[in-house]
Nanobody, 121 residues
Framework: QVQLVESGGGLVQAGGSLRLSCSAS????????MGWYRQAPGKQRELVAT???????NVAESVKGRFTISMNNAKNTVYLQMNSLKPEDTAVYYCNLRSWTTGWIRNPDYWGQGTQVTVSS
């Protein structure tokens, strides 16, 4: 099994910053991509940003220019730097890992437990 451990959520005022971290560990795997999704109350889970092991990123238009995703391949850790936060960024943020086994068989998607981000106006 693979475990994802997230940290860094919390309460912040509008305009403030937070940094989320997510580390993957457990059974050996090869990273395809890691990323962040979020789900606000009453809404569907949506992509925030993803990054491949090669460094290619995909960032939602709603956070472009404010959020930056990065990854430490050696530590299997992904970060999300969130600046200029808005109340509409309030959601539970989930870490995601897409990977293969060491034999190049696709693993199921792994998800973190979620971390709450609340932005007050």
């Amino acid at each position: 099994q693979v475990q994802l451990v997230e940290s860094g959520g919390g309460l912040v005022q509008a305009g403030g910053s937070l940094r989320l971290s997510c580390s993957a560990s457990g059974r050996a795997f090869r990273v395809n991509s890691m990323g962040w999704y979020r789900q606000a109350p009453g809404k569907q889970r949506e992509l925030v940003a993803t990054i491949t092991s090669g460094g290619s990123t995909n960032v939602a238009e709603s956070v472009k220019g404010r959020f930056t995703i990065s990854m430490n391949n050696a530590k299997n850790t992904v970060y999300l730097q969130m600046n200029s936060l808005k109340p509409e960024d309030t959601a539970v943020y989930y870490c995601n890992l897409r990977s293969w086994t060491t034999g190049w068989i696709r693993n199921p998607d792994y998800w973190g437990q979620g971390t709450q981000v609340t932005v007050s106006s």
